[in-house]
Structures are given as structure tokens and as C-alpha cells.
């Protein structure tokens, strides 16, 4: 029994690593103060920053409506709105529930005096992952019509993109995210925010004033761009090194020369 007792003192602790990392092992103390950690102080600092993060992306789609009259980035403002607000909301309860500050960010804008410690906590939100700088949301402000759709599309692309680097970094630190409420909101947070990046850069290719973009596929027909020239003649592949009936795939090999 006591050797029995001796190897199991000696068998290591793993924890698993995030999604690609690697595991890694746990000396006794931490794995104590994983197992009776509820939540962390990164926890914590996550939700309240991430707070301030979906609302800014809520105050980008809030310029969408006097500024562009294009559908489709309207519906990604819409869908925006109602979403980040509604996280927005889960991320406050989750931390007055839990005896944590949540931050009220509709109290103080990005661009003023935040919410922890005024004009310099407020300059450490602007930090974070994808936030807009002050001169990128003025800009963003001042433009209307495809140059705004344009910026739109590249500022929250951004944006989004830092939500999800956000969740990363918090998911990489030792005793984070263990709450079951929280593991599954961040995860739902990237998979959310992933989701809106790919429909926002689809989107953001047929805006593009590069006409290579939007060119056609085809064999004989595929779609043309050029610049500061002229197509004078295109010659089709002669008889002979194609298969008429599958013109895409090259000619069989000719069975006397093998």
C-alpha cells in the first residue's frame, strides 16, 4: 500500500492545452487552485473588457444608418446590434451576479473617459484586440456611401477578428474559463464572430474597386480583367491536346507514341 500510495504521488498532473497547444503539467498548488476556482480574475478582466469591445462594435453599427443605403451592409448592422447587445448584457449579468464591476459602456464612449479610472482606462481599452482608434472611428464617421461601406467592412473584420484572438489569449491562461457558463458563451462568442467575418469578407470582395474580384470561372469563358491593356486575340488549345468531350482535363496519351 505504501509504494501503491508513493506512485501515485508521483504521477503528474496534466492539463490539457486550448485547441493546437500542447498540455502541460500542474504542480499540486496549482492544480488545488484550479479545481476550487469557480472563476478568475482573468475571467473577470475578460468580460469587462469584452464589454467595452462589443460596444464599440455596436456604436459602428449604429453610423450605418445615415451613412449607406446598401442592403446587405445594413443587414450586417442589424444583426450586429442585436447580437453584441445582447451579449452585452449576458457579460453584465454574469459579473453582478458573481459580486464583479460591470461596466456600463453606454455611460462612457470609447472615445471619452472610461469606466475604470477615467482617460487612461479608456486609453487601455482602445488597446484590445480590432478596437478602432479614435481617428478610424472620426474617419468612419465622416465617410458615407461605398467609401463608408468600404471602411465599414475593414473595421469590423478587425474587429471581430480581435474578439476571437481575445478568447484565444484567455483560453491560453492556467485557470481560465473553467465556469461551464462562461466556457460556453466564449466559445459561442468565436464561433459567432468567425461565422460574421466570413460573410463580411465575401461581402467586402464585391465592394473592392479591384475588378479581379468578381471575375467569372469558366473554361472557355472564364471572366477578363485587364489594366493598361488590350486582349487583341486569345487561341483556344488546338485539336489535339484536350478531350472535346471534357475539355477541362488534359488529352488522353496517344496509344501509338504511349
Given at each position: 500500500m505504501a509504494a501503491g500510495a508513493a506512485v501515485a504521488q508521483d504521477a503528474p498532473i496534466v492539463q490539457p492545452g486550448?485547441?493546437?497547444q500542447a498540455p502541460r503539467a500542474l504542480t499540486a498548488e496549482e492544480a488545488t487552485r484550479i479545481a476550487d476556482n469557480r472563476f478568475?480574475?482573468?475571467d473577470v478582466r475578460f468580460m469587462q473588457d469584452m464589454i467595452h469591445h462589443h460596444h464599440q462594435a455596436t456604436e459602428m453599427a449604429t453610423l450605418v444608418a445615415d451613412r449607406t443605403n446598401t442592403p446587405a451592409i445594413i443587414e450586417v448592422a442589424g444583426r450586429i446590434t442585436?447580437?453584441?447587445?445582447?451579449?452585452?448584457?449576458?457579460?453584465?449579468d454574469w459579473l453582478m451576479d458573481r459580486g464583479q464591476d460591470a461596466p456600463d459602456p453606454s455611460a462612457h464612449t470609447m472615445a471619452g473617459?472610461?469606466?475604470h479610472g477615467g482617460h487612461g482606462a479608456a486609453h487601455a481599452h482602445m488597446t484590445m484586440a480590432g478596437m478602432a482608434t479614435p481617428e478610424q472611428m472620426a474617419e468612419l464617421a465622416a465617410a458615407s456611401g461605398p467609401a463608408f461601406d468600404r471602411l465599414f467592412l475593414d473595421l469590423m473584420i478587425a474587429h471581430h477578428a480581435g474578439a476571437v484572438e481575445m478568447v484565444g489569449d484567455l483560453l491560453g491562461r492556467s485557470g481560465s474559463a473553467y465556469d461551464p457558463v462562461l466556457f460556453e458563451f466564449v466559445s459561442d462568442v468565436t464561433n459567432e464572430q468567425q461565422a460574421e467575418i466570413t460573410r463580411m469578407t465575401a461581402l467586402a470582395r464585391g465592394l473592392t474597386d479591384d475588378p479581379r474580384s468578381s471575375l467569372t470561372p469558366g473554361f472557355r469563358d472564364a471572366g477578363e480583367a485587364a489594366s493598361n491593356m488590350t486582349l487583341v486575340a486569345s487561341l483556344p488549345k488546338p485539336a489535339g491536346f484536350y478531350d472535346?468531350?471534357?475539355?477541362a482535363r488534359p488529352a488522353a496519351p496517344d496509344p501509338v507514341r504511349g
Amino acid at each position: 500500500m505504501a509504494a501503491g500510495a508513493a506512485v501515485a504521488q508521483d504521477a503528474p498532473i496534466v492539463q490539457p492545452g486550448a485547441p493546437g497547444q500542447a498540455p502541460r503539467a500542474l504542480t499540486a498548488e496549482e492544480a488545488t487552485r484550479i479545481a476550487d476556482n469557480r472563476f478568475s480574475a482573468d475571467d473577470v478582466r475578460f468580460m469587462q473588457d469584452m464589454i467595452h469591445h462589443h460596444h464599440q462594435a455596436t456604436e459602428m453599427a449604429t453610423l450605418v444608418a445615415d451613412r449607406t443605403n446598401t442592403p446587405a451592409i445594413i443587414e450586417v448592422a442589424g444583426r450586429i446590434t442585436a447580437s453584441q447587445a445582447d451579449e452585452i448584457a449576458f457579460m453584465r449579468d454574469w459579473l453582478m451576479d458573481r459580486g464583479q464591476d460591470a461596466p456600463d459602456p453606454s455611460a462612457h464612449t470609447m472615445a471619452g473617459h472610461g469606466q475604470h479610472g477615467g482617460h487612461g482606462a479608456a486609453h487601455a481599452h482602445m488597446t484590445m484586440a480590432g478596437m478602432a482608434t479614435p481617428e478610424q472611428m472620426a474617419e468612419l464617421a465622416a465617410a458615407s456611401g461605398p467609401a463608408f461601406d468600404r471602411l465599414f467592412l475593414d473595421l469590423m473584420i478587425a474587429h471581430h477578428a480581435g474578439a476571437v484572438e481575445m478568447v484565444g489569449d484567455l483560453l491560453g491562461r492556467s485557470g481560465s474559463a473553467y465556469d461551464p457558463v462562461l466556457f460556453e458563451f466564449v466559445s459561442d462568442v468565436t464561433n459567432e464572430q468567425q461565422a460574421e467575418i466570413t460573410r463580411m469578407t465575401a461581402l467586402a470582395r464585391g465592394l473592392t474597386d479591384d475588378p479581379r474580384s468578381s471575375l467569372t470561372p469558366g473554361f472557355r469563358d472564364a471572366g477578363e480583367a485587364a489594366s493598361n491593356m488590350t486582349l487583341v486575340a486569345s487561341l483556344p488549345k488546338p485539336a489535339g491536346f484536350y478531350d472535346p468531350s471534357n475539355p477541362a482535363r488534359p488529352a488522353a496519351p496517344d496509344p501509338v507514341r504511349g
